[in-house]
T-cell receptor, first 112, second 115 residues
Framework: GENVEQHPSTLSVQEGDSAVIKCTYSDSASNYFPWYKQELGKRPQLIIDIRSNVGEKKDQRIAVTLNKTAKHFSLHITETQPEDSAVYFCATIKNYGQNFVFGPGTRLSALP | DAGVTQSPTHLIKTRGQQVTLRCSPKSGHDTVSWYQQALGQGPQFIFQYYEEEERQRGNFPDRFSGHQFPNYSSELNVNALLLGDSALYLC??????????????FGSGTRLTVV
């Protein structure tokens, strides 16, 4: 089955700096790659996603890049702010109706 | 438009007891998936229900069972609770015929503590 690895497990950055979180996956059939942000005690919230036919997607300060050949995708946050502090999870899915496989998460601390 | 609703929000049970968690999907969604999120870990897939049948199952023992009702709502049942069952249980709903993955919506979860 699919295996998703995520690095780093913790990340501390100064406010205003950039943060990058990387995920690798094993199943080449995976074709949808979302990123979720989870604040303490709350539900995972989708922040950005990318499909396998796209290499990069950007939404304001957040971007995701996908390298299907190498089977990895990354979350990029620019101009990090304290409210970006949370746990971030990557996930993959093969086909609609299948289940997500999540990475173990990255705890991001954006220090003021 | 209500999103995914889960109840209860918190629950404390004793080892060996049984528990039932409930989920109402987002309006227009017909598929419900359940995930277990242990502290400090990513969500792990338990099972998925569509058309009142279990369609997929993750690596969870038979103590975990579920049900989907004609109105698409769902229940997760756990028998013979173990301390290791303590976790946040997340329900996610989606539309079967939608495009892959993007319609997935999570509920706020039920925090189960087994003592």
């Amino acid at each position: 089955g699919e295996n998703v690895e995520q690095h780093p497990s913790t990340l501390s950055v100064q406010e205003g700096d950039s943060a990058v979180i990387k995920c690798t996956y094993s199943d080449s059939a995976s074709n949808y790659f979302p990123w979720y942000k989870q604040e303490l005690g709350k539900r995972p919230q989708l922040i950005i996603d990318i499909r396998s036919n796209v290499g990069e997607k950007k939404d304001q300060r957040i971007a995701v890049t996908l390298n299907k050949t190498a089977k990895h995708f990354s979350l990029h946050i620019t101009e990090t702010q304290p409210e970006d502090s949370a746990v971030y999870f990557c996930a993959t899915i093969k086909n609609y109706g299948q289940n997500f496989v999540f990475g173990p998460g990255t705890r991001l601390s954006a220090l003021p | 438009d209500a999103g995914v609703t889960q109840s209860p929000t918190h629950l404390i049970k004793t080892r060996g007891q049984q528990v039932t968690l409930r989920c109402s999907p987002k309006s227009g969604h017909d598929t419900v998936s359940w995930y277990q999120q242990a502290l400090g870990q990513g969500p792990q897939f338990i099972f998925q229900y569509y058309e009142e049948e279990e369609r997929q199952r993750g690596n969870f023992p038979d103590r975990f069972s579920g049900h989907q009702f004609p109105n698409y709502s769902s229940e997760l049942n756990v028998n013979a609770l173990l301390l290791g069952d303590s976790a946040l249980y997340l329900c996610a709903s989606s539309q079967r015929t939608g495009t892959g993955g993007s319609g997935y919506t999570f509920g706020s979860g039920t925090r189960l503590t087994v003592v």
